[in-house]
């Protein structure tokens, strides 16, 4: 059975930073490029970043490009993002998410597949002005 376990938020200043963590099992995490999405209540839940399966394709949504920064940990089946200099607007709950394949793919941005349905519970992240 697929568990995605995100951990690491909490509220922090503005320019504040954080560093998320999802330790992942059920799939083979090596062989799966990975995501970071984020909801706001009353919003749909957005793309943040994704990783290839090696760690060298890394690709951002544009609010958070110079600021966030994913990575991976295959041998602890483990991803990452680091978040600094964060704002306001990055206040939202946290999820960690398995792509189609083993390379991040610009329909991965729209979230897994609809027929793979499981999602971790997220971890809050509340940036105060």
């Known amino acids: 059975q697929v568990q995605l376990v995100e951990s690491g938020g909490g509220l922090v200043q503005t320019g504040g930073s954080l560093r998320l963590s999802c330790l992942a099992s059920?799939?083979?995490?090596?062989?799966?490029?990975m995501a970071w999405f984020r909801q706001v209540p009353g919003k749909d839940r957005e793309f943040v970043a994704g990783?290839?399966?090696?760690?060298?394709?890394?690709y951002y949504t544009d609010s958070v490009k110079g600021r966030f920064s994913i990575s991976r940990d295959n041998a602890k089946n483990t991803l990452f993002l680091e978040m600094n200099n964060l704002k306001p607007d990055d206040t939202a709950v946290y999820y960690c998410?398995?792509?189609?394949?083993?390379?991040?793919?610009?329909?991965?941005?729209?979230?897994?597949?609809?027929?793979?349905?499981?999602w971790g519970q997220g971890t809050q992240v509340t940036v105060s002005s």
């Open positions: 998410q398995f792509a189609r394949g083993p390379y991040f793919r610009d329909y991965d941005r729209a979230g897994p597949d609809p027929n793979f349905n499981y």
């Open positions: 059920g799939r083979t995490f090596s062989g799966y490029a």
């Open positions: 990783i290839d399966w090696s760690g060298v394709g890394v």
